[in-house]
């Protein structure tokens, strides 16, 4: 069963920093490009942060750029997320996935998402 399970998410002050992080199972991590996605409410899912599968290249999206940085422990099937310098519109919750869908829904979607961890950047 393919699975995401994000954590370290939480509270913080602005120019405050988090690491999160994302346990995946279910398939082999290390042939699979990854990427962070936030959703904040009343908003579409936006791209954050992607890493190819051997973590040797990476990409941002603007408001990301300087600041996150995407890593991967291909052993531990784990990615992480580094946000430093965060800022109240970071606030959102976080997901992680493969840019590749393993499976499709119905209408096309991807099938899996994890339950993502909600980010708070608030003074």
């Known amino acids: 069963q393919v699975q995401f399970v994000e954590s370290g998410g939480g509270l913080v002050q602005p120019g405050g920093s988090l690491t999160l992080r994302c346990a995946a199972s279910?398939?082999?991590?290390?042939?699979?490009?990854m990427s962070w996605y936030r959703q904040a409410p009343g908003k579409e899912r936006e791209f954050v942060a992607s890493?190819?599968?051997?973590?040797?290249?990476?990409a941002y999206a603007d408001s990301a750029k300087g600041r996150f940085t995407i890593s991967k422990d291909n052993g531990q099937n784990i990615l992480y997320l580094r946000m430093n310098n965060l800022k109240p519109e970071d606030t959102a919750r976080y997901y992680c996935?493969?840019?590749?869908?393993?499976?499709?829904?119905?209408?096309?979607?991807?099938?899996?998402w994890g339950q993502g961890t909600q980010v708070t950047v608030s003074s």
């Open positions: 996935n493969t840019n590749s869908p393993i499976a499709t829904d119905s209408r096309g979607r991807d099938a899996y």
């Open positions: 279910g398939f082999r991590f290390s042939d699979y490009d």
């Open positions: 890493i190819t599968m051997g973590g040797r290249t990476t």
